[in-house]
């Protein structure tokens, strides 16, 4: 059964390092989003991305945030300089013309 | 704008018990979706449902049911002869159906199943 993957599993950057977050949405999907979790509450909305360019964000995705989708299959997430407060866990999701949306397995990122 | 509320931030139940997770959304809107899902130890979001505003029938998959009130704004999930298994934090969700993409979460239910 085709899956949302996310690489790497945990990252460790340091405070005002970039750090990109890198996913594989499934193949036939035309929706892309990317969503965070800090540890232990719910889970929010960051960007939604479709034909190429986003098409809603939520006001946590400030300028330090960017996404990319470079080839016909992986969707970027990049923090340009990181914050403590950045810490947590990031989600990629994709969907088809139905409306689940279906995440991979997260990237914990930490920052130190 | 859209909000999902899940009142019982914990329950724990003993094995084989039934159990009920609540979940009640606010919306304007008149065509939505409703989502649950689940998130085991591991981490993961795992799709259960998808759930339309269109569609009140009550829906069974196995030992999971799920049950859809417009009246009340809910939209509740039983899980019948609970295993350990079925321990996670549960994540009921809200969609819009034009114009807003994303997901607007709950804060969760985490259930603990004692063996």
């Known amino acids: 059964e085709p899956e949302v993957t996310q690489t790497p599993s945990h990252q460790v950057t340091q405070m005002g390092q970039e750090v990109i977050l890198r996913c594989v949405p499934i193949?036939?999907?035309?929706?892309f989003y990317w969503y965070r979790q800090i540890l232990g509450q719910k889970v929010e909305f960051l960007v939604s991305?479709?034909?190429?360019?986003?098409?809603?964000k939520s006001e946590i995705f400030d300028d330090q945030f960017s996404v990319e989708r470079p080839d016909g299959s992986n969707f970027t997430l990049k923090i340009r300089s990181t914050k403590l407060e950045d810490s947590a866990m990031y989600f990629c999701?994709?969907?088809?013309?139905?409306?689940?949306?279906?995440f991979g397995p997260g990237t914990r990122l930490t920052v130190t | 704008a859209q909000k999902v509320t899940q009142a019982q931030t914990e329950i724990s139940v003993v094995e084989k018990e039934d159990v009920t997770l609540d979940c009640v959304y606010e919306?304007?809107?008149?065509?939505?979706?409703l989502f649950w899902y689940k998130q085991p130890p591991s981490g993961e979001l795992v799709f259960l449902i998808r759930?339309?505003?269109?569609?009140?029938q009550n829906e069974i998959s196995g030992r999971y049911s799920w049950n859809f009130q417009k009246s009340t704004s809910s939209f509740n999930f039983t899980i019948t002869a609970s295993q350990v298994v079925d321990s996670a934090v549960y994540f009921c969700?809200?969609?819009?159906?034009?114009?807003?993409?994303?997901?607007?979460f709950g804060t969760g239910t985490r259930l603990t199943i004692i063996p």
């Open positions: 969700a809200l969609i819009l159906s034009f114009g807003n993409e994303k997901l607007t």
């Open positions: 759930r339309n505003s269109f569609d009140e």
């Open positions: 991305f479709y034909n190429n360019e986003i098409s809603e």
């Open positions: 999701a994709s969907r088809s013309l139905s409306y689940e949306q279906y």
């Open positions: 919306t304007r809107d008149t065509t939505y979706y």
């Open positions: 193949s036939n999907h035309l929706y």
